[in-house]
């Protein structure tokens, strides 16, 4: 079937409903389409939840977005949105995640073209499936790959201009509110490091009192710790703090301004904005790590289970630190060994490196917080071997 007579794709929907960093590493694809087809209508469907992340970007027409742990959980509901997807007519759908909730509003949406990934069964409805080679290759890289592989777009269509995020409207001023509460004015010509230490799988996770030591020093330094993350990351956070030895006063927080806790307390596009007002992130392998690319924040992370590849910081100003344990990258969600070698692979980033890697990225960028540069085509982070 020839998918190349790309004049006849005049509305087009793009679906990726997983995670937050998932659909920021959408956002290059829905650039590069917006560049081949500039006068299609371009849709995508995604988690309603995730709405702050697309919701004003500027190369898409209309968000579509399911309420997938809510109202559209149940199967009748599912079913019923289907019918609202077909009723869109498109006549392309490119499927961007492999799961089967979004195989199957890609394989039954109607279009006269579906293409992308699939889970067998469904891809009987697809014209052309394509594997996902992200573990050799940026995501982001494996996206275009698998467009190119499609026919729906030839290599001289990709228009990579990395990681996007429009500000939903009154994010802006919110952060700017709950900053100025955080920091009374003689705190804010001090620099704040953003620690975002929760990730969706244990084995992503660096250990809270290895983050306590770089906060501690950091604080010696003279820069103010901000937690992130969201609700469910609150006890990893609180259990970090009581490693710390900066961490008086925790009870009432507004009284030890050096530690502030945003952890659960923002929405999305909040996280956002209040990033941008942040000297330097020091992150797990999380979707927030991505947030913080799109707002052009400098960049510590620590990779273990995680292949680095496929999910490194999309941004040449980044640090990312390699685990040297051999076991690395499991891709394994719950670490299968026991005693000293659980959890090896976080356990061999020491939080000297880390350290050594913040005060950097504060040398080279401490100053720029909102305006550290992101040049057109340097994605590739700078990746510490230990």
């Not at 950091?218 to 006890?235: E, N, T």
Request: hydrophobic share 40%; aromatic share 8%.
């Amino acid at each position: 079937m020839n998918l190349n007579s790309r004049e006849t794709f005049k509305n087009i929907l793009v679906i990726n409903l997983m995670h937050i960093g998932d659909l920021m590493i959408v956002t290059p694809v829905l650039r590069t389409l917006r560049h081949a087809y500039p006068q299609a209508r371009l849709s995508l469907l995604a988690d309603k939840k995730l709405a702050d992340l697309v919701c004003c970007n500027p190369h898409l027409d209309e968000c579509l977005l399911i309420d997938k742990k809510g109202a559209d959980d149940r199967l009748p509901a599912f079913i019923k949105y289907i019918g609202y997807v077909r009723s869109k007519k498109f006549d392309l759908v490119i499927n961007l995640h492999r799961n089967e909730r979004a195989s199957a509003l890609a394989a039954f949406s109607g279009a006269g073209r579906i293409v992308g990934y699939a889970k067998p069964g469904f891809s009987w409805f697809f014209d052309k499936v394509v594997d996902n080679n992200h573990w050799t290759q940026h995501q982001v890289l494996a996206h275009f790959e698998a467009l190119t592989a499609t026919g729906v777009i030839g290599k001289e269509d990709i228009d990579d201009g990395g990681l996007e995020m429009v500000l939903p409207p009154g994010a802006e001023e919110s952060a700017a509110a709950i900053w100025q509460k955080a920091y009374p004015h003689p705190l804010r010509e001090k620099k704040v490091v953003a620690f975002n230490i929760g990730a969706s799988w244990p084995t992503k996770r660096w250990l809270p009192d290895y983050f306590a030591q770089v906060a501690d020093s950091l604080i010696v330094d003279g820069c103010l710790i901000a937690f992130f993350g969201g609700p469910m990351d609150r006890s990893m956070v609180d259990e970090c703090i009581s490693f710390m030895k900066h961490r008086e006063n925790q009870q009432d927080e507004n009284k030890n301004p050096l530690i502030t806790r945003f952890t659960g307390k923002v929405s999305l596009g909040e996280l956002a904005a209040l990033l941008k007002r942040c000297a330097l992130m020091i992150t797990t392998d999380s979707g927030p790590m991505h947030v913080g690319v799109a707002m052009h924040i400098p960049i510590v992370t620590m990779f273990g289970a995680s292949p680095v590849p496929g999910f490194y910081p999309y941004d040449g100003k980044d640090i990312l630190i390699k685990t040297p344990a051999p076991c690395h990258p499991c891709g394994i969600h719950n670490c299968p060994k026991q005693g000293e070698e659980h959890f090896m692979c976080m356990k061999l980033i020491p939080p000297e490196a880390v350290l050594s890697a913040a005060r950097e990225q504060l040398d080279k960028y401490g100053g720029l917080a909102g305006s550290a540069p992101y040049p057109k085509g340097q994605y590739t982070c700078k990746v510490i071997e230990l």
